[in-house]
């Protein structure tokens, strides 16, 4: 492929196809780094990226070369057929991907692995999949067994130096104190910066790829163990408070100090040792070279591409998860002596689930009410309350569990108006299993597709008296049948989080 100036039909061709699959992935990124619903820091990995870009780009190019513009083309057509597959399967996370593809065909073309100041571009590339909500996606497939690792590891290293320990599931008993590893504890946070870490680093030593697998995997190893050793300190902390002069270990700023020293040390041998010699990456853009081609030929394949670009932004969005037919259950016309209201569900949920699939109910019961939400479908429809309270304008704090009568996350949810509600949501299967944890159900979802889930929150007023509050969960719990179901996979463990 000849040389093409910037400013030529056949480049603007190609620009405006790329903007054309980029606009609502894009427009989907930026409001995950926007809507309070998502938890996501990813706006600073960008930030990250571009001052990589920028920090290559103010350096000269070291010889010049052949093959970038061909390269970049080729990555281009590939996030096109990634954008496909985004469009037709209505998964945005997929059009996430496509975005780190077209960042690898930016770098490539701006010949950032070639200058003075080198960057690889294709490590540019995964630093750019930090910007999706990646550590909530990591929380709900992979939290469960991140809990439990993470627990097992901490109490190995506590068994060392105390004899007073008990260690069961996620739960660590320690001097007589019960210490539950729950889900923000599972570690995702520290394994997104740890790995963050590396990819910045590998982006530029540009290692050969069996060298950074290797030192992935160190470093996937190193973050595990750092989790363990912040939850080993929190949980001593809890059982001898003497320990940390009489300190609150779970009260900020002392809670993230903990959480950050101990991911500084356990990234300390990366630094120290991680200093690959870079590998030579020309023979592989040799290899996906384009052969030269006319100037015509070059036209009409920029208008071939902006003709696919249109057509697939123009596909209709069939989502693959969407859940089958849930009949609503039956919700009590009473409980605790108050007759149920409806509610009718806001028009987003509404349009949501008839898109969707799925089913939500709303009852009031005089200042206290039920939520329930059926789904085959519990990646697409079951969440934790924060993660929609906070969307609504609520300002949320996770309370920790209990699993008695029933396992149970605990929320409390301010709004800016001065309503003050605590939030009690149990995840139950049409099998009969019941937990708090939002990735445990998901797992168990996974282990068996076929079935369906319900999330059950019960909405009370912080201020409601706790014998009337205990009467409303005692009711709800029998009549929708919460206290005969029996616990997923964890065992019952006492309320006392990290």
């Given at each position: 492929m000849t040389r093409l100036a910037t400013s030529s039909p056949t480049s603007l061709a190609l620009l405006l196809a790329s903007l054309i699959l980029a606009y609502e992935p894009l427009r989907w990124l930026v409001g995950t780094w926007t809507d309070p619903s998502y938890p996501s820091t990813g706006a600073l990995y960008l930030i990250a990226v571009a001052a990589l870009v920028l920090w290559s780009m103010t350096s000269p190019v070291r010889q010049?070369?052949?093959?970038?513009?061909?390269?970049?083309?080729?990555?281009?057509?590939?996030?096109?057929?990634?954008?496909?597959?985004?469009?037709?399967?209505?998964?945005?996370?997929?059009?996430?991907?496509?975005?780190?593809?077209?960042?690898?065909?930016?770098?490539?073309?701006?010949?950032?692995?070639?200058?003075?100041?080198a960057v690889s571009p294709f490590w540019l590339s995964v630093l750019f999949l930090f910007t999706l909500p990646v550590e909530r996606i990591l929380q709900r497939l992979l939290g469960y067994p991140l809990q439990e690792l993470s627990a097992k590891l901490s109490c190995g290293g506590l068994g060392l130096f105390f004899s007073d320990l008990s260690c069961s599931g996620i739960r660590i008993g320690l001097a007589g104190k019960d210490v539950l590893v729950d889900l923000p504890c599972s570690g995702t946070s520290g394994l997104m910066l740890a790995m963050a870490f590396l990819v910045i680093l590998t982006a530029l030593y540009r290692p050969n790829l069996l060298t950074a697998v290797l030192w992935i995997g160190i470093t996937l190893g190193l973050a595990l163990i750092g989790n363990s050793l912040r939850i080993a300190l929190l949980a001593v902390g809890i059982a001898y408070p003497e320990s940390v002069l009489e300190a609150d270990v779970m009260a900020q700023p002392l809670h993230d100090i903990i959480g950050y020293l101990t991911l500084l040390l356990s990234m300390a041998p990366v630094l120290a040792f991680y200093k690959p010699r870079p590998a030579e990456w020309r023979a592989a853009q040799a290899v996906f070279s384009l052969p030269v081609m006319s100037r015509p030929l070059q036209k009409m394949s920029a208008l071939v591409f902006l003709s696919l670009a249109l057509f697939i932004v123009s596909l209709p969005r069939h989502a693959l998860d969407v859940s089958s037919s849930t009949g609503p259950q039956p919700l009590p016309l009473t409980l605790a002596g108050e007759v149920g209201v409806d509610e009718a569900l806001l028009p987003i949920e509404e349009q949501y689930f008839l898109q969707y699939g799925g089913h939500a109910q709303k009852r009031r019961y005089g200042p206290m009410a039920l939520t329930l939400v059926h789904t085959s479908s519990p990646l697409r429809h079951l969440h934790t309350p924060?993660?929609?309270?906070?969307?609504?304008?609520?300002?949320?704090?996770?309370?920790?569990?209990?699993?008695?009568?029933?396992?149970?996350?605990?929320?409390?949810?301010?709004?800016?108006?001065?309503?003050?509600?605590?939030v009690a949501v149990t995840f139950t299967s049409s099998t009969g299993e019941t937990t708090h944890n939002i990735a445990e159900a998901i797992w168990l979802w996974l282990k068996r597709p076929g079935t369906t889930w319900t999330s059950i929150q019960r909405i009370t007023p912080w201020t409601l008296d706790e014998p009337q509050r205990a009467a409303f969960e005692a009711a709800a719990g029998a009549a929708l049948d919460l206290n005969t179901r029996t616990s997923g996979i964890f065992p019952a463990q006492k309320e006392k989080r990290i």
């Amino acid at each position: 492929m000849t040389r093409l100036a910037t400013s030529s039909p056949t480049s603007l061709a190609l620009l405006l196809a790329s903007l054309i699959l980029a606009y609502e992935p894009l427009r989907w990124l930026v409001g995950t780094w926007t809507d309070p619903s998502y938890p996501s820091t990813g706006a600073l990995y960008l930030i990250a990226v571009a001052a990589l870009v920028l920090w290559s780009m103010t350096s000269p190019v070291r010889q010049n070369s052949i093959g970038h513009r061909q390269m970049a083309v080729l990555l281009l057509l590939g996030a096109a057929l990634i954008r496909l597959t985004s469009q037709v399967l209505a998964i945005n996370v997929i059009g996430g991907v496509a975005l780190a593809i077209d960042v690898f065909a930016l770098a490539t073309l701006l010949r950032t692995g070639e200058r003075q100041r080198a960057v690889s571009p294709f490590w540019l590339s995964v630093l750019f999949l930090f910007t999706l909500p990646v550590e909530r996606i990591l929380q709900r497939l992979l939290g469960y067994p991140l809990q439990e690792l993470s627990a097992k590891l901490s109490c190995g290293g506590l068994g060392l130096f105390f004899s007073d320990l008990s260690c069961s599931g996620i739960r660590i008993g320690l001097a007589g104190k019960d210490v539950l590893v729950d889900l923000p504890c599972s570690g995702t946070s520290g394994l997104m910066l740890a790995m963050a870490f590396l990819v910045i680093l590998t982006a530029l030593y540009r290692p050969n790829l069996l060298t950074a697998v290797l030192w992935i995997g160190i470093t996937l190893g190193l973050a595990l163990i750092g989790n363990s050793l912040r939850i080993a300190l929190l949980a001593v902390g809890i059982a001898y408070p003497e320990s940390v002069l009489e300190a609150d270990v779970m009260a900020q700023p002392l809670h993230d100090i903990i959480g950050y020293l101990t991911l500084l040390l356990s990234m300390a041998p990366v630094l120290a040792f991680y200093k690959p010699r870079p590998a030579e990456w020309r023979a592989a853009q040799a290899v996906f070279s384009l052969p030269v081609m006319s100037r015509p030929l070059q036209k009409m394949s920029a208008l071939v591409f902006l003709s696919l670009a249109l057509f697939i932004v123009s596909l209709p969005r069939h989502a693959l998860d969407v859940s089958s037919s849930t009949g609503p259950q039956p919700l009590p016309l009473t409980l605790a002596g108050e007759v149920g209201v409806d509610e009718a569900l806001l028009p987003i949920e509404e349009q949501y689930f008839l898109q969707y699939g799925g089913h939500a109910q709303k009852r009031r019961y005089g200042p206290m009410a039920l939520t329930l939400v059926h789904t085959s479908s519990p990646l697409r429809h079951l969440h934790t309350p924060d993660d929609c309270l906070r969307g609504l304008g609520f300002d949320v704090t996770f309370l920790g569990s209990r699993f008695e009568p029933v396992p149970t996350a605990l929320y409390r949810a301010r709004s800016k108006t001065g309503g003050d509600w605590r939030v009690a949501v149990t995840f139950t299967s049409s099998t009969g299993e019941t937990t708090h944890n939002i990735a445990e159900a998901i797992w168990l979802w996974l282990k068996r597709p076929g079935t369906t889930w319900t999330s059950i929150q019960r909405i009370t007023p912080w201020t409601l008296d706790e014998p009337q509050r205990a009467a409303f969960e005692a009711a709800a719990g029998a009549a929708l049948d919460l206290n005969t179901r029996t616990s997923g996979i964890f065992p019952a463990q006492k309320e006392k989080r990290i």
